[in-house]
Structures are given as C-alpha cells and as structure tokens.
Nanobody, 113 residues
C-alpha cells in the first residue's frame, strides 16, 4: 500500500522560511517526476514546483528565486524549501507523483504576522 507522509507546514511570519517534506512508502518513485501543489478554499490546485528524475526543476513564476524543490531517491522523499515567504503563499500544500493518481494528504502553510 502506497502512503505519503507530509510534514513541515505551520505558521510563519512574512519573510520567514519553512521546509516541507513528503516521504513515500510502499513503492519507489525514483523514476517519476514529483511535484508540489498548493490550494486555497474554493480555488484550483496549482503547481508550485516540480522535479523530474534527472533533477531538472520547474517553478511557478510566483515562487521563482524563493522556493527550491529537491529529492532524495534513497529516502523516497521530496522536499520544498520555502524562503522569503509572503502572505499569498498561505495554502494547503500537497505533494504529487506526476502522471499518477498519488497525492499526499496535504500540509497547511500559513504566512501571517
């Protein structure tokens, strides 16, 4: 059974940093692209960042230069380092195995003073 454990969300002040982790178990995803998405109530779920098996990354324009996605295939884990956080970054963040139906359970990020 495939399971994902997301962690690292929380409340942070504007300008602060958080690192999200998404650890998968049950099968290896080293040959798949992995992504982080975010969603607010009543809004669509949007791609924040993605990383493919060769390490190539892609970022939404709104987070370029502030967020960094990385992966550790040995640990079957994908990370999202978030710096210079802004209130508009507040959302539930989900990890996703691209081109599959696998999603993490989501972790809340709130940026507020």
């Amino acid at each position: 059974q495939v399971q994902f454990v997301e962690s690292g969300g929380g409340l942070v002040q504007p300008g602060g940093s958080l690192t999200l982790s998404c650890a998968a178990s049950g099968r290896s995803f080293g040959l798949y692209g992995m992504g982080w998405y975010r969603q607010n109530p009543g809004k669509q779920r949007d791609l924040v960042a993605s990383i493919i098996p060769d390490g190539t990354t892609h970022y939404a324009d709104s987070v370029k230069g502030r967020f960094t996605i990385s992966r550790d295939n040995a640990k079957n884990t994908v990370y999202l380092q978030m710096n210079s956080l802004r209130p508009e970054d507040s959302a539930v963040y989900y990890c996703h195995v691209i081109r599959t139906t696998y999603w993490g359970q989501g972790t809340q990020v709130t940026v507020s003073s």
